[in-house]
């Protein structure tokens, strides 16, 4: 393994923002752990980003296939590693989705942050980065949306 001074495990890292946070986390000297069930993606993400940093740097890149509603997952990953930070990617974000089916938001996006959060306590992983969105803002009067807008009434449980 390459040098690296710090390890951050990138839940649902396989992912779109996931994929590119990754990216830049290795070519920024970062040790990379992924989480992600692949629910909404697929091994050649991964695949693709190791070729991107090229095969030196893919060394500090592992992957484990895992859900976060499983907290035995989390254990697993959590036990062998000690993690300097999580940065936390891995939820369903169709708002038409979360409407029609409420339960499976609750599990994955609820549940699973939970378990992730019990299981940083545990091992004392006290740094967390958790992605949010702009839909939390509801419709606001100006774009880009910056971090001191209120946060608003929202137009789907997604955002909750
Ligand atoms: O329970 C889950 C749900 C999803 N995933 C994974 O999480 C990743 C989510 O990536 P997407 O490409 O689906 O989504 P984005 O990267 O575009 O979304 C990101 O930005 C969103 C805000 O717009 C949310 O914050 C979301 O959590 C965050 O991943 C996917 O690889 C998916 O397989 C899991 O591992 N476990």
Known sequence: MVSSSQKILVTGGSG???THTVLQLLQGGFA???IDNFD???IAAVDRVRELVGPQ???NLDFTLGDLRIKDDLEKLFSKTKFDAVIHFAGLKAVGESVANPRRYFDNNLVGT???YEVMAKYNCKKMVFSSS???YGQPDTIPCVGGFQVTSHES???D
């Open 16 to 18: 779109f923002i996931g």
């Open 32 to 34: 990379v752990s992924i």
């Open 40 to 42: 909404n993606s697929v």
């Open 57 to 59: 740097l893919s060394q």
């Open 114 to 116: 939970i378990n992730l």
């Open 134 to 136: 702009a839909t939390v």
């Open 157 to 159: 449980l997604w955002p």
